[in-house]
Nanobody, 127 residues
Framework: VQLQAFGGGLVQAGDSLRLSCAAS????????MGWFRQAPGKEREFVAVIRWSGGTTYYGDSVMGRFSISRDNDKNTAYLQMNSLKPEDTAVYYC?????????????????????WGPGTLVTVSS
């Protein structure tokens, strides 16, 4: 599975931005697709995840109520709608995908549960 994220850029605090992540290759094996982010000097942080079938979603505490994840199964694409952006949202955003593991509901926030990663897209929020 190959992943490619799009949509990063420079915005001002309070603005909105939508990221896209397109999957190719053996994308039929995707069970869930998630977004993580990593700011300079910080660990990779869980942002959101969506189950490919059924659409169950989970969010990190820092983005709850501001970010929304969705997917288009026909296009093998996941989206991250980011509203009310804050300077602390500045980071490289990565999309990641996992196949079925049986432990999704316990481990969806752990980066090591995702074997497939895109190269990342930079989001910069100015104050």
């Amino acid at each position: 599975v190959q992943l490619q994220a799009f949509g990063g850029g420079l915005v001002q605090a309070g603005d909105s931005l939508r990221l896209s992540c397109a999957a190719s290759g053996r994308s039929s094996g995707i069970y869930a697709m998630g977004w993580f982010r990593q700011a300079p000097g910080k660990e990779r942080e869980f942002v959101a995840v969506i189950r490919w079938s059924g659409g169950t979603t989970y969010y990190g505490d820092s983005v709850m109520g501001r970010f929304s994840i969705s997917r288009d199964n026909d296009k093998n694409t996941a989206y991250l709608q980011m509203n009310s952006l804050k300077p602390e949202d500045t980071a490289v955003y990565y999309c990641a995908a996992q196949g079925y593991s049986g432990s999704f509901y316990y481990n969806y926030f752990r980066p090591q549960e995702y074997p497939y990663w895109g190269p990342g897209t930079l989001v910069t929020v100015s104050s």
